[in-house]
């Protein structure tokens, strides 16, 4: 730990065509970097791995091994974090090498959902997703790999504790899907209620940290929480705003995306994100100052499409014009002919937003009409 206690790291990327993904090697590092800034810790040194292929016993070859054992005695670091997912072998072998705990890119994602899942909802779905993924990496008797003494990639829920035996393990997933279960039948039931009334429903879709809670105040007249960084929304939140000659239309917020997004959150979180799915009206929210932008696109309709939901019409809208130059935005926006840039933040572009929505509700209204 640093003289601020806070874990160190460092953080390890693979350049390989057998890793498939839409950003960039170096891309998804620095992005490895902000995700691991956000659990709290300090990266103390980067190293990129270009290999063919993964070695089974450590995934990287043994001159890179080497490296990263070298530099983590230099560093005193107290975890390795890898770009990738990691089976229990690897992690086992490399911890064996490193002296410290070796963490992989889903392990690091769900530790920010266990720092802010504030609701019930939220934790029982979070726990899912973490006790998933442990199950098939526990080796020996009910012993979690090897270091997993605390710390980052051990955060439970909340104060709870991730717990290490098989058989509780599998009885404590059966528990939690029980429950996620009956949120669905409650959000099934709210659901059909607003079909059956012809209430429109709008979701706000978009990578992580790129302004959805804020264009949520801004579009109804809100007061939701706005907390900067990755993943600090994790449970839907529905508002209203009232269209003239529709009534009230619902408006909806849901957790963010991101490039590798793992399976076991996605299909973790299937209570809230079922949400996307049955809206009338999907608005994608696209942050303008990052530069992978078009990644940022490609990830969002991936993941719709991964969801069922690539049939519903949408709306795309750049944000955070308000942080950028003239001539860039120009620039920007160009590749997006069809989007709308606003600021959700300040309300520039969100009359001609509402305009386009209301456009967009009324002539469902009157399709359902006729």
């Known amino acids: 730990m640093d003289e601020q206690g806070r874990e160190t790291a460092v953080i390890v990327g693979i350049d390989s065509p057998y890793e498939e993904n839409i950003v960039s090697p170096e891309e998804s590092l620095e992005e ?7 659990c709290g810790a300090v990266v103390m040194g980067r190293v990129m791995c270009r290999q063919k292929k993964p070695y089974p016993a450590t995934y990287i070859s043994s001159g890179k091994v080497n490296e ?3 530099l983590c005695q230099e560093e005193g670091v107290d975890f390795v974090a890898f770009d990738v997912e990691l089976s229990p072998r690897q992690v086992v072998n490399m911890e064996d090498a490193f002296d410290c705990k070796v963490l992989d890119r889903t392990q690091i994602i769900l530790d920010i959902f266990a720092r802010h899942a504030s609701t019930m909802e939220g934790k029982i779905q979070v726990e899912l997703a973490q006790l998933t993924y442990l199950l098939p ?13 605390g710390g980052i990639g051990t955060r439970g829920p909340g104060e709870t504790k991730l717990e290490v035996d098989r058989r509780r393990i599998r009885n404590r997933i059966a528990k939690l ?11 099934r039931y709210a659901s059909s209620r607003r079909r059956r009334r012809g209430v429109f429903h709008i979701t706000l879709v ?8 804020t264009l949520l ?12 960084g990755y993943f600090s929304t994790l449970d839907t939140t529905t508002r209203r705003f ?9 408006v909806s917020d849901t957790v963010g995306f991101i490039s590798k997004l793992p399976h076991t959150l996605v299909d973790a979180f299937k209570a809230t994100l079922d949400i996307v799915r049955e809206a009338d009206l999907i608005i994608i929210i696209l942050d303008i100052t990052d530069r992978r932008i078009f990644e940022q696109l490609d990830i969002v309709e991936g993941v719709l499409y991964e969801l069922g939901a690539e049939e519903i019409p949408t709306i795309r809208v750049i944000n955070k014009i308000d942080l950028m130059g003239r001539e860039e935005i120009e620039a920007r926006v160009s ?9 959700a933040k300040y309300g520039q572009g969100l009359s001609r937003l509402r305009d386009i929505i209301e456009g967009r509700v009324l002539s469902k209204q009157a399709g359902i009409g006729g």
């Not at 490895?32 to 956000?38: G, H, I, S």
């Not at 009232?242 to 619902?250: C, I, K, P």
């Not at 590749?335 to 600021?343: G, T």
């Open 206 to 213: 978009g990578y992580t940290n790129s302004g959805k809670s």
């Open 242 to 250: 009232y269209v003239e000659g529709a009534g009230d239309v619902v």
């Open 32 to 38: 490895l970097e902000r995700l691991v800034r956000a």
């Open 217 to 228: 105040n801004a579009l109804t007249g809100a007061e939701v929480f706005v907390e900067e």
């Open 335 to 343: 590749a997006f002919p069809d989007a709308v840039p606003i600021s």
């Open 137 to 149: 990496r526990l080796v020996g008797k009910g012993k979690v790999l090897s270091r997993l003494g």
């Open 68 to 70: 990263i054992t070298e």
């Open 177 to 187: 899907l029980n429950q996620i279960e009956r949120v669905e039948k409650r959000k």
